[in-house]
Structure formats: structure tokens, C-alpha cells
């Protein structure tokens, strides 16, 4: 069985490389010296609603993609450098070109954060001593108190986090993708090779380093049925409640350009979660008395979205403005009015298919057999 799961993911590796040199090829020109973009979000913070800003760097790319293909739902890879390294200058032109950006209210924000749509803790992606100059600069702002940033979990050493913590008097948070506590759910819907202990550890790493640590939970992987998601998605928290992490952000997943979910979503065999099973999950979180911290995180990423997360015209704008009331407080009663006709459809939709009652792993193979053979397909039809 072991055996049939490690044949699966390298077919998922293979077909994620080839789709990665895709994007290469596609690639859009743009400047290594400006950000992808920033961003200005509302953030709890002790208590409070506060100003954040997001800096949303453009990187040199994901090191994972080379290894392995990288995650199966990221689209990122397209908005970066594809692989090819920035240099010192090119980050710190970019932070300069934010700080340009909103010079006027710069002093309003109480966390910003820097991400780099990798991991900003790979030495193949940004050295080391950049991150730590960015760090430096930011520490000079009088009125910001938190620095947040993100890396891989295999990249986090207690080494790198010294060298963080002395480099600045600032709180400093690390989010990572976790995505799911299912070790199968994360080797073959993710793409992602590491165990559940390794959190723990890492977690513990942390908090002895005075570093906040947040995990990032992506909704409905592709694979899995709706019903599935949701039972994963709540298994995933009752997991990290046990563990120092401070607090969890659920990822709304986009369908994006040369992706494994895009391929499936073509053929009608992959859907990004309705809204009412991200409501569902709360409640079962908050029925399991489960006390971490929840930010419902927008789905609105550095890349283009084909497809997102939503229930029906009627209804997506009051659901996301209730998903932002509830990351104030995470008070669950702010759902308790909700009503809207397309709720009969997200019941229809937890009733698995026939694929989706096979087992995941032979769900898997007939999926990668339809999107594999699809090349074939059209060839002959034209």
C-alpha cells in the first residue's frame, strides 16, 4: 500500500513539474526591483483591531518546485523570478518601492508582514542576511510592534531563528503551511512530506524563542469530496490545539493558472469549497470546544483566481463580510441568521459521487488517468 502511495506522488510530482516548466515559458515580464503587490488588511492584535500591511515581495521561487513540483493548489510559482535568484538589491529595492508606496501612513501600522510567495527562510531563495537587513529596517519604525513573516517548516533551524531574534527587539511571528494533520491527505492532495511531530517540535522551538507561530490550514485540497474536507479541515484543528501554536489562518482555496487543480477543474473534477462548509467547520469547532484563535484568511492571493471559494451570488458578499466580523472576535453567533436557498445545493454537494466514494488513493489514480490521458485526447480529436 506504502508502496502504491509513493508511485501515486511522483506521478503527481512529474505531471506539477511539467506544468511549472509551463509557466516558465508563459512567464509575463515584470520588475524584479517592485513588489507583486501590498496590501492592507485588519488584524487582531492584543485584543484590538489594528492596521496591518502586507508586503507581498517578488521572489525568486519556490525551492520546492525544483524538488518536487511544489503544492499542488499554488499558483504562485507564475508571479516569481522562476528560480532564478534575486539579488540583495533587488529585495530591498522592492521594500523601499512599498515604504514609497504608502510613506503617507506608514506610521499607522502596528504589523507588517513580509512574504515572498516561498519561504522566507530558504538560503536558495533569499539569503539569509537580506532577511535579517529587512528585519533590521522595519525595527526602526517607532510605532510598529509585530513582524511577521513566512517559511517552509523544513526550513526553520533554531540557528535562523537566533540570528532573527537578536536582530531585532520587535515580536516576531513564522506562519507555514500546514494544511492538513492527515499524513495521506498531505502527501498526495498537498504535495507536502512532513510529520505531525515535526509541528510539535518546531511549535516548541518557537516559543522558546519568544516567536508567535501560525499554521495555515488550506479548505478542500484537490481529491477530496466537500464532506471529506470538512471532517479534514476539523480534524486538523482538534490537532493543532494540542500543540504552542498561537493561532490558525484557514486558507480559501482559488483555482489558478498551471496547477493540479486547475487541470481537474477543467475536466469538472475538482470545485473550491462552498461558504457554508467553512461556517460548518467552525461550528464544529467551536461544538469541540476547541480554543485557538481562527482567521478566516480572504481568498484573494498574489495571482489571478480562475475559480474561488463561494456559494451563490446572493449570498458570497454577506458571507464575507461575516467571515470579517468573526476574525474580530471569533464569537460563532455572528452565523446563527444565516439563510439562503443555495444552502439545498451545498447539502446536494456532501452526498459523494461515485468517485468520490472510492478510496482516496484509487480516487487519486483514476483522476490523474483523466487529466494524464487529456494531452492524448485532444491531439486525436484535432
Not at 513540483?69 to 532564478?84: K, L, M, R
Request: proline share 3%.
Amino acid at each position: 500500500m506504502e508502496e502504491n502511495h509513493s508511485n501515486l506522488a511522483r506521478r503527481i510530482q512529474n505531471y506539477l513539474k511539467e506544468l511549472r516548466n509551463k509557466s516558465e515559458s508563459e512567464r509575463e515580464i515584470f520588475s524584479v526591483n517592485e513588489p507583486v503587490c501590498t496590501e492592507i488588511r485588519k488584524a487582531q492584535y492584543k485584543g484590538s483591531l489594528v492596521q496591518k500591511l502586507i508586503i507581498f515581495l517578488r521572489g525568486t521561487g519556490c525551492s520546492s518546485i525544483d524538488l518536487n513540483g511544489g503544492c499542488t493548489f499554488c499558483g504562485f510559482y507564475s508571479a516569481t523570478n522562476h528560480g532564478i535568484k534575486l539579488e540583495r538589491k533587488n529585495f530591498l529595492n522592492q521594500l523601499q518601492f512599498a515604504f514609497d508606496l504608502h510613506k503617507k501612513e506608514l506610521d499607522r501600522f502596528l504589523i507588517i508582514s513580509l512574504y515572498n510567495d516561498g519561504s522566507m527562510l530558504s538560503e536558495h531563495e533569499i539569503s539569509l542576511d537580506v532577511t535579517l537587513d529587512m528585519i533590521r529596517t522595519l525595527s526602526t519604525f517607532q510605532n510598529l510592534q509585530l513582524i511577521t513573516t513566512e517559511s517552509k517548516l523544513q526550513d526553520i533551524t533554531e540557528e535562523k531563528i537566533l540570528k532573527i531574534r537578536n536582530a531585532t527587539t520587535k515580536e516576531l511571528e513564522l506562519s507555514f503551511g500546514f494544511e492538513s494533520s492527515d499524513p495521506l491527505v498531505r502527501k498526495l492532495c498537498i504535495n507536502k512530506n512532513f510529520t505531525n511531530n515535526k509541528v510539535i517540535e518546531i511549535s516548541k522551538l518557537l516559543k522558546a524563542h519568544n516567536f508567535g507561530y501560525t499554521a495555515l490550514v488550506m479548505l478542500k485540497p484537490p481529491f477530496l469530496s466537500e464532506q471529506e474536507s470538512i471532517y479534514d479541515a476539523v480534524k486538523s484543528l482538534e490537532f493543532l490545539e494540542k500543540t504552542e501554536i498561537n493561532r490558525i489562518d484557514i486558507e480559501l482555496p482559488t483555482v489558478e493558472a498551471f496547477t493540479l487543480t486547475h487541470e481537474l477543474w477543467k475536466m469538472n473534477l475538482y470545485k473550491p469549497i462552498m461558504l457554508w462548509s467553512v461556517v460548518e467547520i467552525l461550528k464544529r469547532k467551536h461544538e469541540l470546544n476547541l480554543k485557538k484563535k481562527i482567521y478566516v484568511s480572504p481568498a484573494n492571493y498574489t495571482v489571478k483566481a480562475i475559480a474561488t471559494s463561494s456559494n451563490c451570488n446572493l449570498c458570497n458578499e454577506n458571507f464575507s463580510h461575516l467571515f470579517m466580523e468573526y476574525n474580530k472576535t471569533n464569537d460563532i453567533s455572528v452565523f446563527d441568521n444565516l439563510t439562503c436557498e443555495c444552502k439545498h445545493d451545498w447539502s446536494r454537494r456532501l452526498i459523494p459521487s461515485s468517485l468520490e466514494q472510492l478510496p482516496l488513493a484509487d480516487r487519486v489514480g483514476n483522476m490523474m488517468d483523466i487529466i494524464e490521458k487529456l494531452p492524448q485526447i485532444v491531439g486525436f480529436l484535432r
